[in-house]
Protein backbone atom coordinates (compact mmCIF):
# COMPACT_ATOMS: atom_id res chain seq x y z
CA UNK A 1 0.00 0.00 0.00
CA UNK A 2 1.11 3.23 -0.87
CA UNK A 3 0.01 6.40 1.54
CA UNK A 4 -0.30 10.04 -0.36
CA UNK A 5 -1.15 13.09 1.64
CA UNK A 6 -1.97 15.52 -0.32
CA UNK A 7 -1.97 18.96 1.53
CA UNK A 8 -5.12 21.32 1.98
CA UNK A 9 -5.46 24.63 2.51
CA UNK A 10 -7.74 28.23 2.12
CA UNK A 11 -6.98 29.63 -1.33
CA UNK A 12 -5.29 26.31 -3.06
CA UNK A 13 -5.71 26.09 -6.95
CA UNK A 14 -8.39 23.03 -6.86
CA UNK A 15 -6.87 21.26 -10.15
CA UNK A 16 -3.64 21.39 -8.32
CA UNK A 17 -4.73 18.87 -6.38
CA UNK A 18 -7.20 17.28 -8.45
CA UNK A 19 -5.29 16.38 -11.19
CA UNK A 20 -2.50 14.65 -9.42
CA UNK A 21 -5.61 13.54 -7.05
CA UNK A 22 -7.24 11.53 -9.88
CA UNK A 23 -3.88 9.91 -10.71
CA UNK A 24 -3.14 9.11 -7.23
CA UNK A 25 -6.20 7.15 -6.47
CA UNK A 26 -5.92 4.64 -9.60
CA UNK A 27 -2.89 3.41 -8.43
CA UNK A 28 -2.54 -0.10 -7.25
CA UNK A 29 -3.27 -0.16 -3.30
CA UNK A 30 -3.41 3.82 -3.44
CA UNK A 31 -4.48 5.34 0.39
CA UNK A 32 -4.86 9.26 -0.31
CA UNK A 33 -4.89 11.89 2.06
CA UNK A 34 -6.51 14.98 1.84
CA UNK A 35 -4.70 16.63 5.13
CA UNK A 36 -5.11 19.48 6.72
CA UNK A 37 -5.08 21.33 10.68
CA UNK A 38 -8.47 20.41 10.94
CA UNK A 39 -12.00 18.59 9.57
CA UNK A 40 -13.38 22.13 8.61
CA UNK A 41 -14.39 22.49 4.68
CA UNK A 42 -11.52 24.42 3.38
CA UNK A 43 -12.29 26.75 0.39
CA UNK A 44 -10.14 27.35 -3.06
CA UNK A 45 -9.04 30.42 -4.42
CA UNK A 46 -12.23 30.46 -6.59
CA UNK A 47 -14.62 29.40 -4.05
CA UNK A 48 -14.78 25.18 -4.09
CA UNK A 49 -15.41 24.01 -1.05
CA UNK A 50 -13.13 20.80 -0.21
CA UNK A 51 -13.49 18.89 2.71
CA UNK A 52 -10.50 17.01 4.75
CA UNK A 53 -10.26 13.69 5.04
CA UNK A 54 -7.64 13.44 7.99
CA UNK A 55 -5.03 15.73 9.86
CA UNK A 56 -1.97 16.61 10.86
CA UNK A 57 -2.20 14.80 14.36
CA UNK A 58 -3.77 11.85 12.90
CA UNK A 59 -1.32 11.32 9.54
CA UNK A 60 2.31 11.51 10.77
CA UNK A 61 3.51 9.97 7.93
CA UNK A 62 3.19 9.07 4.30
CA UNK A 63 5.09 7.05 1.41
CA UNK A 64 4.12 10.52 -1.02
CA UNK A 65 3.67 13.97 0.15
CA UNK A 66 2.14 16.38 -2.06
CA UNK A 67 1.99 20.34 -1.82
CA UNK A 68 -0.26 22.00 -4.36
CA UNK A 69 0.06 25.52 -5.25
CA UNK A 70 -2.14 28.91 -5.42
CA UNK A 71 -2.99 32.43 -3.94
CA UNK A 72 -3.33 30.77 -0.52
CA UNK A 73 0.72 29.74 -0.59
CA UNK A 74 1.50 32.99 0.65
CA UNK A 75 -0.02 32.13 4.14
CA UNK A 76 1.76 29.47 4.36
CA UNK A 77 5.03 30.67 4.03
CA UNK A 78 5.41 31.87 7.24
CA UNK A 79 3.09 29.53 9.11
CA UNK A 80 5.03 26.98 11.37
CA UNK A 81 2.62 24.81 12.06
CA UNK A 82 2.22 23.52 8.24
CA UNK A 83 5.85 24.12 7.40
CA UNK A 84 6.57 21.75 10.33
CA UNK A 85 4.06 19.33 9.55
CA UNK A 86 5.48 19.54 5.98
CA UNK A 87 9.20 18.93 6.92
CA UNK A 88 7.70 15.62 8.93
CA UNK A 89 6.00 13.96 6.62
CA UNK A 90 8.97 14.57 3.84
CA UNK A 91 11.21 13.31 6.77
CA UNK A 92 9.95 9.87 5.84
CA UNK A 93 8.36 9.56 2.68
CA UNK A 94 9.59 8.25 -0.62
CA UNK A 95 8.77 11.40 -2.92
CA UNK A 96 8.54 14.93 -1.68
CA UNK A 97 6.42 16.90 -4.39
CA UNK A 98 4.96 19.32 -5.41
CA UNK A 99 2.39 21.15 -7.99
CA UNK A 100 2.21 25.18 -9.65
CA UNK A 101 3.91 27.39 -6.61
CA UNK A 102 3.79 24.38 -3.76
CA UNK A 103 7.24 24.50 -5.01
CA UNK A 104 7.24 27.71 -2.58
CA UNK A 105 6.17 25.66 0.04
CA UNK A 106 8.54 23.13 0.12
CA UNK A 107 10.99 25.39 0.05
CA UNK A 108 9.88 27.61 2.71
CA UNK A 109 10.32 24.31 4.72
CA UNK A 110 13.71 24.08 3.74
CA UNK A 111 13.41 21.42 1.56
CA UNK A 112 14.84 22.54 -2.08
CA UNK A 113 18.15 23.52 -0.83
CA UNK A 114 20.36 22.10 -3.38
CA UNK A 115 17.78 20.91 -5.39
CA UNK A 116 17.03 21.69 -8.87
CA UNK A 117 12.75 22.54 -8.92
CA UNK A 118 9.94 24.30 -11.16
CA UNK A 119 7.09 25.56 -10.56
CA UNK A 120 4.43 28.28 -12.07
CA UNK A 121 6.11 30.51 -14.44
CA UNK A 122 5.32 33.57 -12.36
CA UNK A 123 7.82 32.14 -9.54
CA UNK A 124 10.44 30.81 -11.04
CA UNK A 125 12.40 33.80 -10.05
CA UNK A 126 11.46 33.22 -6.18
CA UNK A 127 13.24 30.12 -6.00
CA UNK A 128 17.25 30.75 -5.84
CA UNK A 129 15.89 32.12 -2.75
CA UNK A 130 15.10 28.92 -1.36
CA UNK A 131 18.85 27.45 -2.74
CA UNK A 132 16.61 26.17 -5.38
CA UNK A 133 18.33 26.14 -9.17
CA UNK A 134 15.08 27.22 -11.06
CA UNK A 135 14.82 24.63 -14.28
CA UNK A 136 12.26 24.50 -17.19
CA UNK A 137 9.84 21.66 -17.63
CA UNK A 138 6.52 19.97 -17.09
CA UNK A 139 8.48 17.94 -14.37
CA UNK A 140 11.86 18.29 -12.81
CA UNK A 141 12.57 15.20 -10.37
CA UNK A 142 15.33 15.49 -8.32
CA UNK A 143 16.28 12.66 -6.06
CA UNK A 144 13.73 12.01 -4.63
CA UNK A 145 12.05 15.45 -4.79
CA UNK A 146 9.45 16.02 -7.65
CA UNK A 147 8.33 19.53 -8.63
CA UNK A 148 5.38 20.08 -11.46
CA UNK A 149 5.41 23.21 -13.24
CA UNK A 150 1.79 25.39 -12.83
CA UNK A 151 -1.29 23.27 -12.74
CA UNK A 152 -2.56 21.71 -15.11
CA UNK A 153 1.31 19.94 -14.81
CA UNK A 154 0.32 18.11 -11.86
CA UNK A 155 -1.30 15.45 -13.91
CA UNK A 156 2.20 14.84 -15.68
CA UNK A 157 3.94 15.07 -12.39
CA UNK A 158 1.48 12.14 -11.21
CA UNK A 159 1.53 10.08 -13.99
CA UNK A 160 5.94 10.10 -13.57
CA UNK A 161 5.19 9.06 -10.19
CA UNK A 162 2.99 6.03 -10.94
CA UNK A 163 5.27 5.06 -13.28
CA UNK A 164 8.34 5.39 -11.00
CA UNK A 165 5.80 3.53 -7.93
CA UNK A 166 4.44 1.10 -10.16
CA UNK A 167 6.22 0.58 -13.53
CA UNK A 168 5.30 2.06 -17.12
CA UNK A 169 2.42 0.27 -18.06
CA UNK A 170 0.69 0.74 -14.99
CA UNK A 171 0.98 4.76 -15.94
CA UNK A 172 0.05 4.27 -18.75
CA UNK A 173 -3.25 2.72 -18.61
CA UNK A 174 -4.13 5.29 -15.56
CA UNK A 175 -3.33 7.82 -18.73
CA UNK A 176 -5.82 6.13 -21.02
CA UNK A 177 -8.47 5.20 -18.24
CA UNK A 178 -8.83 9.51 -17.66
CA UNK A 179 -8.06 10.23 -21.84
CA UNK A 180 -5.10 12.13 -20.84
CA UNK A 181 -4.48 12.99 -24.38
CA UNK A 182 -4.29 16.96 -24.32
CA UNK A 183 -4.69 18.49 -27.49
CA UNK A 184 -5.32 22.45 -26.88
CA UNK A 185 -7.46 24.65 -28.90
CA UNK A 186 -4.99 27.13 -28.48
CA UNK A 187 -0.75 27.46 -28.52
CA UNK A 188 -1.08 29.81 -25.38
CA UNK A 189 0.47 27.31 -22.62
CA UNK A 190 3.60 28.89 -21.50
CA UNK A 191 5.07 32.26 -21.86
CA UNK A 192 7.56 30.61 -24.32
CA UNK A 193 4.83 30.06 -26.85
CA UNK A 194 1.98 32.44 -26.11
CA UNK A 195 1.54 35.60 -27.78
CA UNK A 196 3.53 38.59 -26.18
CA UNK A 197 0.24 40.59 -26.02
CA UNK A 198 -1.56 37.79 -23.55
CA UNK A 199 1.91 37.20 -21.70
CA UNK A 200 1.72 41.20 -20.96
CA UNK A 201 -1.67 40.94 -20.31
CA UNK A 202 -1.49 38.88 -17.30
CA UNK A 203 1.91 40.22 -16.07
CA UNK A 204 0.02 43.96 -15.74
CA UNK A 205 -2.11 42.42 -13.79
CA UNK A 206 0.24 40.56 -11.18
CA UNK A 207 1.85 43.15 -9.29
CA UNK A 208 -0.27 43.30 -6.26
CA UNK A 209 -0.24 39.54 -5.76
CA UNK A 210 3.29 39.55 -6.31
CA UNK A 211 4.22 42.04 -4.00
CA UNK A 212 2.55 40.12 -1.29
CA UNK A 213 4.13 36.55 -2.20
CA UNK A 214 7.88 38.69 -2.57
CA UNK A 215 7.56 39.91 0.98
CA UNK A 216 5.92 36.72 2.96
CA UNK A 217 8.90 35.04 0.83
CA UNK A 218 11.34 37.40 2.41
CA UNK A 219 9.92 36.85 5.53
CA UNK A 220 10.18 32.45 4.86
CA UNK A 221 14.20 33.00 4.00
CA UNK A 222 14.82 35.08 7.32
CA UNK A 223 12.96 32.51 9.32
CA UNK A 224 14.95 29.80 7.74
CA UNK A 225 18.05 31.73 8.54
Known amino acids: MTTFALLLFPGLTQLDL ?10 PGAKVHLVWKSMEPVTSEHGMRLLPT ?16 GFGVNALLTDDETLAYVRQLAGGARYITSVCTGALVLGAAGLLRGRRATTHWTAMNYLPAFGATPTAGRTVT ?39 NPAPPFNAGHPDV ?9 RQHAPARQAERAAQVRLAVARLG
Open 18 to 27: TGPYEVFCRC
Open 54 to 69: TTFGELPRADVLCVPG
Open 142 to 180: DGPVITGGGVTAGIDFALELAAALHGRAVAETIQLSIEY
Open 194 to 202: APPAITAAI
